[in-house]
Structure formats: structure tokens, C-alpha cells
């Protein structure tokens, strides 16, 4: 039996490489046996209570928290309970999946496979609108999807009853464009929510501006949606020591060194270094494991170099190119929209986070006083800036760095402001010339800006003092 034109033409737009079983994705990250059990565990549970309020869940995290294992995860669980309607997996280094324009289609292909009544509507309304693939994803969500599910709904058919009715959307985050990662939510609420459609939805990205403005206080999917905040809420370090110690001892038990297959290979204070340097990273423990595993050399030698490793060491080896290339992508990304602002131009974004990196980590102030660090305002004033600027200068980064209250002698005990970077691993790419590259600001280059820009207050102090005087 001949496939209906419409459904055939369908096929040919969707982007068979977002799927979460694509043969493209031949290194998709996934949570290893016993690890992230309670969050998988609330995730289940959630997707499994129909009675929920709740349709919509988001998960966000920072980057490299394991959001993408944790929906690579998921979806194989709920194509194993038969209850995945669709999956949706962005990156930003495929074209074919790195933009919003083949979403709609792409789950709408998903949909259809799994009702032959949904699948015959689908198809007709494409053959009704054969053009509906230039259209607005907007209507593009509402021809395809809304529509039919509908018209199910009008014929008597309860579409609760579907037995597949999860839909996953990964990385949001790496969906080119925020306006486009925006419009990818409102139109799942407008579409999918607003519709009441028969659908659980689950979202993962880093916290970036489109999904963090759209879920805090205020924001359209505040109160609608269930947030997960994967960094906050969940201690992954004992996830990551289990992880590391199997991994690392299967590498080992697979070895032709005897010393890799000796029981005292990892020693547990190299695990612990490594937990303590992952800050609950799962990124950097895969990045570990990926390196350690190379077949050309020992494991054990590898691991030497991870556990030793130095910028004037190893300046061949990039054992952390995994990380070095995610910073990298995320802190370019971040300096076109910062530089791209009226407001910022003419200013240097990587100077400027390299000096508030610098004294959030090694500290510019007083190291007499119980804390070296400025608050995130003052060390502003210091820098000649206007007041705020701090969160302008972290507003794509929010993934790699967040705000807190912290208690400061100098100011009485009042609590500031100041800025915390994630993880570990992060200071290092930023500290190391080798790894960070062409976004690298080496230390003489922060404290020769930071001591202009004092000498450039004492020299308006002055100034503004003979003023006062002649007054």
C-alpha cells in the first residue's frame, strides 16, 4: 500500500539526526548504571502521573551537569515502557539540528508513527497546505500536531489514552538564536499546553537568558512549568565517584599493563582528587574516562598526566579538549552579544569577565581582611563601570557562572553580591594559555587594567577634590 503524498513529503523535512536513537549520534552521553537513580527517579514519577498539574517540565543545569544523559536517559526508558511520542535533541554543531526550523515537523513525523488515525491526518494536511513547510513554525505546530490530535478528540477518540505521550527536547540552549530558543517555548505553551494537548514535556538547557526569563518570578512559564535545577538541587558527587571508580577499573581489567590491572589501580585519593576537581560535573568525569581510555598508551600513564598535568607540561596533550571546546563555544558566543550591544561598544568582554574571574577565584582585595574578593559592585566602580554591569557581563553565562550573597567585614557584615563560577574546571581552562587559547587573558594583563582603572579614579578623585576646593 502506497504512502499518502502528504506523509511522504513530511518525511523528507524532519531531521532524522535529532532523534535520540540517530546512528548520527553514535557518542550520545547516557547515566551510568547507579548513578542519577533519584533524579531519574523523579523524572519517572512525574512523567508517570497523569494527574500532575503540571504538563510541562524544565531542566536546567550547568554546562556539563549531565542534562543530556539525563534525556538520553529518559527517552530510552520511556521508548522501553512504550510511552515516547517524540524526541527532539539540538546541537550546535549539526545545521541540521542547531535551529528550531525542523522541530515542529520532526515531532510531528514522531507523532504520527505512533497512531495510524494521527498519521492519515497529518498527511492530509499536508496535502491540504503543501506549502505549510514555509510557513511559521508557529502554524507549522498547529497544522500538524494541534490540529490532528484535535480532530481525534472530535471523533470520539480520547487522545489520553495514547499510549506514547512523552516528548523530549534536549539542549535548548544550543538551538541557534536566543529569539529562536524563545520562540521554541512560547509556542510549546501556546501550541502544546494551551491546547491542553495530551502530552508530557520535558526540556533540558543550560540556564541561558530565554528559558531562565521564562520560568523565574513573572515569566510566562513561572507556575505552569515543573523546574528542575539540576546544579542546585542535586549533589552529583557520589554519582561521579561511583562512575569514575567503574569506569576507570574497567579501563584497567581491559589493559595490557599490569599495573592498570592491579586492585590498587586508581588509588582512592586520585578518585577523590578528581571528584573534588569535577565540582559535580559530570562533563569533566566523561572527559576523564574519554582521555584515560585512548588505546595508545597505558591508562596508567594517561592518568599521570591528568593527576600532574601543567600548561608547560603538556602542551601537546589536551587531555580536557572535550571542556576546552565547550568553554570556548560558550564564552564566544557570549562576547558577540555582549560587544554586539550599543551600550558595550568599544568595551573588551573577556578582559572584563577575566578580571571579575579573577578576583572571584584569587581575590584583588585587602588580603589582611577575612576575604580577599570585592563584591561584584564594587570591583564595578573599580573598573570605571556603571552600576550593574556585573549582570549584564554574565547574562550568557549563566550556565558557567551565577550570582551570590555573601558577608563582607569592610561593609559592617552586610551581605554583597558577588560572583561564584561552577566548577573547578572552568578557572583552570580560564588560567591556562594552552587550553583557553584565543580567549585567553593571562594575569599581567588583568592587574595592568585593574591598576589603570585605579589610577584613573584617583585621578578623578583629585579632580573632582580641586573643583570642590575652588567652589
Given at each position: ?375 561584584a559592585a564594587t570591583f564595578d566602580s573599580i573598573l570605571n563601570l556603571e552600576e550593574g554591569a556585573f549582570v549584564n557581563l554574565i547574562s550568557d553565562l549563566r550556565s558557567l557562572v551565577t550570582l551570590e550573597s555573601q558577608k563582607f567585614l569592610y561593609h559592617g557584615g552586610a551581605a554583597h553580591t558577588v560572583l561564584r563560577f561552577y566548577h573547578l574546571s572552568f578557572s583552570e581552562f580560564m588560567n591556562t594559555p594552552s587550553r583557553s587559547r584565543d580567549v585567553f587573558v593571562s594575569p ?28
Open positions: 500500500m502506497k504512502r499518502p503524498i502528504g506523509w511522504k513529503m513530511l518525511s523528507k523535512q524532519t531531521a532524522p539526526n535529532a532523534l535520540h536513537n540517530s546512528s548520527a549520534r553514535f557518542d550520545r552521553p547516557k547515566c551510568d548504571e547507579d548513578t542519577r537513580v533519584e533524579v531519574n527517579s523523579e523524572l519517572m514519577n512525574w512523567i508517570q502521573d497523569r494527574d500532575a498539574p503540571q504538563r510541562l517540565l524544565c531542566i536546567t543545569g550547568a554546562a556539563g551537569a549531565g542534562k543530556s544523559a539525563l534525556q538520553q536517559t529518559l527517552a530510552e526508558s520511556c521508548t522501553k515502557s512504550d510511552i515516547l511520542a517524540a524526541g527532539f535533541f539540538f546541537s550546535a554543531v549539526d545545521s541540521t539540528r542547531n535551529n528550531s526550523s525542523t522541530i515542529a515537523t520532526t515531532i510531528a513525523y514522531q507523532i504520527g508513527l505512533c497512531n495510524q488515525a494521527l498519521r492519515q491526518y497529518i498527511g492530509a494536511a499536508i496535502e491540504h497546505d503543501q506549502h505549510i513547510f514555509s510557513r511559521e513554525l508557529k502554524t507549522q505546530m498547529d497544522v500538524l500536531i494541534v490540529r490532528p490530535v484535535q480532530r481525534l478528540r472530535s471523533l470520539g477518540f480520547n487522545p489520553n489514552h495514547l499510549p506514547q505521550y512523552v516528548i523530549i527536547i534536549d539542549g535548548l540552549d544550543e538551538c541557534q538564536g536566543e529569539r529562536h530558543q524563545a520562540g521554541v517555548l512560547s509556542i510549546v505553551k501556546q501550541c502544546l499546553l494551551d491546547n491542553d494537548l495530551p502530552f508530557r514535556i520535558v526540556i533540558a538547557s543550560r540556564p541561558e537568558w530565554a528559558i531562565r526569563s521564562a520560568l523565574e518570578p513573572g515569566g510566562y512559564l513561572h507556575g505552569i512549568a515543573y523546574h528542575l535545577r539540576l546544579s542546585d538541587n542535586y549533589d552529583a558527587s557520589a554519582d561521579i565517584r561511583r562512575y569514575l571508580w567503574r569506569r576507570l577499573r574497567d579501563i584497567g581489567s581491559r589493559s595490557s599493563d599490569p599495573r592498570a590491572r592491579s586492585p590498587l589501580w586508581p588509588s582512592q585519593d586520585v578518585i577523590e582528587m578528581l571528584v573534588k576537581a569535577a565540582s559535580g560535573q559530570f562533563v569533566y568525569a566523561a572527559t576523564v574516562v574519554k582521555y584515560v581510555s585512548e588505546r595508545h598508551s597505558s591508562p596508567v600513564d594517561k592518568l599521570q598526566v591528568l593527576t600532574t598535568w601543567t600548561s608547560t607540561q603538556h602542551h601537546q596533550a589536551r587531555p580536557f579538549e572535550t571542556l576546552d571546546i565547550l568553554y570556548s563555544g560558550i564564552l564566544r558566543t557570549a562576547r558577540a552579544e555582549y560587544e554586539a550591544v550599543d551600550t558595550n561598544s568599544g568595551r573588551d568582554f573577556l578582559l572584563l569577565l577575566a578580571a571579575h574571574h579573577f578576583n572571584a577565584v584569587n581575590g584583588i582585595g585587602d588580603h589582611t581582611t577575612s576575604t580577599a574578593q570585592y563584591s599581567e594583563e588583568i592587574c595592568a587594567f585593574v591598576a589603570k582603572c585605579c589610577l584613573r579614579n584617583i585621578s578623578r578623585h583629585s579632580l573632582e577634590s580641586r573643583e570642590f576646593s575652588v567652589i
